[in-house]
């Protein structure tokens, strides 16, 4: 009934199978390595492309936010005690942009570094340089997956905040 139970627990946690002192042979065949270079030739392509979009963003923002400066400069200029808005929209503007470069840049980084690490762990023959690499694609795609659940957490709020007005607004009517 115990060793049931111990597998049992094992199965659910499968670091708990890894043994540190015997750890199990795992064997990567050529086809195996050739794939994983191909896979590292890919993500270090669209990492690179990420990267490069994401210094063009900055670029842009340093353009359009003079511009918008601008603009919000003429906009609220004609309107008495309002010259402080232009700065702080035009502030606000360019801090969301900022934080979406950086939450954009963090799993590119890990793709870029998974994409670095898995071709020298391949060529080298490197368990651990494999292991690292490894961990850098399951935190890419565990960020990715965050990301994921908080945009549909997002969309769904919009769509029954949507619900919610139009009713109110029906009932006003």
Known sequence: MVNNENEFSNSLNPSNNLNEQNPPNLVLTTASKDFLLETAKWAKFISLVGLIIIGIYLVLLLFMSTMFSSVFNQM??????????????????????????????????????????????????????????????????KFIGILVVIMLSFYALLIVGGFIISIISSINS
Request: aromatic letters at 16%.
């Open 76 to 141: 609220f200029s004609k309107q008495v005690g309002m010259e402080a808005y232009s700065g702080i929209l035009s502030g606000t503007y360019f801090f969301v942009i900022i934080v979406i470069l950086l939450i954009y840049i963090t799993p590119i980084w890990m793709l870029y570094k998974f994409s670095t690490k898995i071709k020298h762990a391949i060529l080298q023959n490197n368990s651990e340089e494999l292991q690292v690499s490894l961990n850098f694609l399951r935190r890419h795609y």
